[in-house]
């Protein structure tokens, strides 16, 4: 690939249940924490939603801006602004986009800096809508033509602003000039990830210097459970930090949690320009669909991956780590399995669900920041809960911290929808 077409990191930033902040995440998976524990609301239940993943210790205010945006944002989309601005100002962003070029600066127009973020269409909490639905309620009987009449009149006139999936990307373009191109993916778990893909697409066609490129999101909403439904939730009622057991034989489905992950990314021509320090190149990467049924998902997996690994122009014998997407649910993880073995055999294999979870259309760069740092520090970090080696998932899961013996990392993410989204970093 030539040097001007080559896109590098150079920016990251997360918002995670075990670390706000990228110093505060690695330490703590390569400490082997875990961010799930049991909700409040309901350790006395044996509902599928007792435990989760939560971020903890998260102050928006500290980076959203302005702040008085803050009251049209749910909580998810204040993720995705604070791991936005972490990542703008760890590839030194701040002072360079202006409209105007500024003498002895380097100057980037906001009309070349783009935004692309996976979302999702946003669940209230039910407590922030329950006083509008009384107000259809005569005789404790729901009448819907009370809807417009009585219920309109609860509803605060900006409330739909704080849950459209397309107002993260716009807050970030807002907070950070950004006038050029600006798209929202809502394509399920791997929708951070097709947003990158889809971010250093931008690039190598001209169409942005810089895009600031992420996912955001939370599984763990009650009204979200309602509308998808709980099947694929662990059961477990021991300790909660042990439930999410991905690849792990007793696995018996997933836990939910919340947060967001963005990266930086740019030419490294442009990059080098403005003496910014690249954090890894993005190689590689493929976007596929296959149908959820168990054999095409094997090989859409398999195809994904090869695909990835051929663009980045390198040999699966080179891969030093597979980033994986593994949940704890029991058909996914196993054709994921299957799709790592068949092409890279024995190739050491993470999976940082085991520490928090699904967050949603975030996790997949969550995790994939977790794949970049361990490229930094040259260093895996370990799945946790990984007790029993199942036959049925035959990959070399790496279960204590060792050092990364290649220079190059893959990273995979599907959704139950059959989208598939891989990218290599090296």
Same mark, same amino acid.
């Given at each position: ?22 110093? $505060? ?63 703008? $100002? ?29 979302? $999702? ?21 729901? &009448? ?116 967001? !992950? ?73 054709? $994921?399995? &299957? ?5 890279? !055999? ?7 669900? #085991? ?8 996790? #997949? ?62």
């Amino acid at each position: 690939m030539k040097s001007d077409h080559k896109v590098v990191v150079t920016g990251m930033g997360v918002v995670s249940p075990i670390g706000i902040g990228t110093e $505060e995440y690695i330490a703590s998976l390569f400490a082997g924490r875990s961010g799930v524990s049991v909700r409040d609301e309901f350790a006395d239940s044996e509902l599928p939603m007792r435990i989760a993943a939560p971020v903890t210790g998260f102050d928006p205010k500290q980076f959203v801006k302005p702040r008085k945006a803050l009251k049209i944002m749910c909580e998810p989309i204040m993720f995705g602004c604070a791991a936005a601005a972490m990542a703008a $100002e760890q590839a030194g962003l701040s002072d360079l986009i202006a409209d105007e070029p500024i003498e002895g600066q380097f100057h980037i127009s906001p009309d070349r800096v783009g935004t692309v973020f996976g979302t $999702e269409t946003f669940f209230a909490d039910p407590h922030e809508v329950a006083r509008v639905f009384r107000s259809c309620i005569v005789n404790q009987d729901y &009448q819907h033509d009370r809807w417009g009449e009585f219920a309109m009149r609860e509803i605060q006139p900006l409330w739909m602003l704080k849950y459209l999936p397309n107002m993260a990307a716009s807050h970030i373009s807002i907070a950070v000039n950004a006038r050029g191109p600006s798209n929202s993916i809502c394509q399920g778990a791997a929708s951070g990830l097709l947003a990158v893909i889809e971010a250093a697409s931008l690039i190598t066609r001209g169409a942005a210097d810089v895009v600031i490129a992420g996912g955001t999101g939370s599984q763990m909403a009650l009204t979200a459970m309602l509308y998808r439904g709980t099947d694929l939730l662990s059961r477990s009622m021991r300790d909660a930090t042990t439930a999410s057991r991905p690849f792990d034989k007793n696995r018996d489905g997933m836990v939910v949690g919340e947060g967001a !992950g963005v990266v930086v990314l740019e030419s490294l021509q442009h990059a080098t320009a403005r003496g910014a320090t690249p954090l890894a190149q993005l190689a590689g990467s493929s976007r596929l669909f296959c149908s959820p049924d168990s054999n095409d998902r094997v090989a859409g997996i398999e195809s994904s991956l090869r695909i990835a690994t051929k663009k980045a122009g390198i040999e699966p014998e080179q891969i030093g780590l597979v980033n994986a997407s593994a949940s704890g649910e029991i058909l996914s993880d196993r054709c $994921e399995a &299957q799709a790592i073995r068949n092409l890279f !055999g024995d190739v050491p294999v993470t999976a940082h669900k #085991s520490n928090f979870g699904n967050l949603g259309p975030g996790t #997949s760069v969550v995790e994939m920041i977790g794949g970049l740092l361990a490229l930094q520090h040259q260093k895996i970090p370990p799945t946790i809960n990984y007790d029993t080696p199942d036959p049925d998932c035959p990959v070399n899961i790496i279960q204590q911290t060792e050092a990364l013996k290649q220079n190059s990392v893959i990273k995979t993410s599907f959704s139950a929808t059959g989208q598939i989204a891989t990218v290599v970093f090296k």
